[in-house]
T-cell receptor, first 116, second 112 residues
């Protein structure tokens, strides 16, 4: 089973709202990722958690705040977003085994976010 | 730096036609290579992968061979179906950065 689940599927929010995106995997993976994808473009990496610690932050604005409560869950807290933040937000996970030179990421279905 | 270049789309084919989507890469060391597929309105699905030179990845009739001498990982399928219509992303993973580097994506449209 290589399933990553994301909720909600769709989200519409105003620029003053606070909302959260959720991601869950039960594959025992120890790395989890947030990506942002605009239409007809490849995903852009935002954050990486490895063994529940933030290991990569790709200079993402502070209005996006990630959280990894445990090894199965990943949240993305949203506050004071701009209309240009409207996009598909994808979560992914991978095994991240120490000492190996390869790692395969498995993606969730995404949350389509619209900021009004 | 590390990068992936894919042929530009959209690619339009008739059902049962032969498909090739070109992918070349630039990387230091020995990356792993992947093809992901994104159907309309969905997330990315892993289609196939190869982790070392001369490896062939295959799945659902799609194949790609990791060619180190030409730094390529072209995707092929012998007979496409309408249901194969999607965007295909070639990607590489290199352990030093721990990141997945994507190509720009190739949109495939298969007509009945």
């Amino acid at each position: 089973d290589t399933e990553v689940t994301q909720t909600p599927k769709h989200l519409v929010m105003g620029m003053t709202n606070k909302k959260s995106l959720k991601c869950e995997q039960h594959m025992g993976h120890r790395a989890m990722y947030w990506y942002k994808q605009k239409a007809k473009k490849p995903p852009e990496l935002m954050f990486v958690y490895s063994y529940e610690k933030l290991s990569i932050n790709e200079s993402v604005p502070s209005r996006f705040s990630p959280e990894c409560p445990n090894s199965s869950l990943l949240n993305l807290h949203l506050h004071a977003l701009q209309p240009e933040d409207s996009a598909l937000y994808l979560c992914a996970s991978s095994r991240r085994l120490a000492g190996t030179s390869t790692d395969t990421q498995y993606f969730g279905p995404g949350t389509r976010l619209t900021v009004l | 730096g590390n990068s992936v270049t894919q042929m530009e789309g959209p690619v339009t084919l008739s059902e049962e036609a032969f498909l090739t989507i070109n992918c070349t890469y630039t990387a230091t060391g020995y990356p792993s290579l992947f093809w992901y597929v994104q159907y309309p309105g969905e997330g990315l699905q892993l289609l196939l992968k190869a982790t070392k030179a001369d490896d062939k990845g295959s799945n659902k009739g799609f194949e790609a061979t990791y060619r180190k001498e030409t730094t390529s990982f072209h995707l092929e399928k012998g007979s496409v179906q309408v249901s194969d219509s999607a965007v295909y992303f070639c990607a590489l993973y290199y352990n030093q950065g721990g990141k997945l580097i994507f190509g720009q994506g190739t949109e495939l449209s298969v007509k009945p």
